[in-house]
């Protein structure tokens, strides 16, 4: 039986994260890191365009060689993107030895984290899981999500914030700070009305 998954969110801004491997596999997983505003390094021989120029820009380093352990130090988690099962298993089984977080790409057994599917609306996210059993379902999901969520939900959701720092500045916590930090969430994102 596997162990039920810790969902989470995580900052990665500034944080060191490797991703070995630079074909397409690997595009959209660094795209996700640079977009969490992680410091990307890339290991692998040769690389996509877009991964060549995105460090040409500056905005990752690229180590064009093969993985080596050594290049794990310092890191907060890595990524084994390759095309090659046994390269991904060696960058996964270093990564466990040294304690740091990996999800080897398509590879359940040798992750310590998947990628979830995302929605996204401005500072409104709602990722979705399937703990690897089908990516394919998780992203099905995600695209019924995205046609059925207006793309305003985020200005409602940056609005709740603006309010929500209003309410805790003004209320010392008790059951009426909770109470009106309910109704606001409670509130209809056009009108700002109470449903």
Known sequence: MRAPLFPAFIKLLDRDCLVVGAGEVARSKIESLLVAGARATVVAP???????????SGKLAWLRREFRANDLCGKFLVIAATSFAGVNRTVFLAAQRRGILCNSVDDPPNCDF???????RGDL???????GESPALAQRFRRELEESLDDSLGDWVREIGLRRREIIA?????QKRKQLLHQLANSNPATGEKQ
């Open 46 to 56: 040769h690389a996509i365009p877009n991964i060549e120029n995105l460090a040409r």
């Open 125 to 131: 996210q709602i990722a979705i899981s399937t703990t």
């Open 170 to 174: 003004a209320e010392p916590p008790s």
């Open 114 to 120: 998947y990628f979830p599917a995302v929605v996204r």
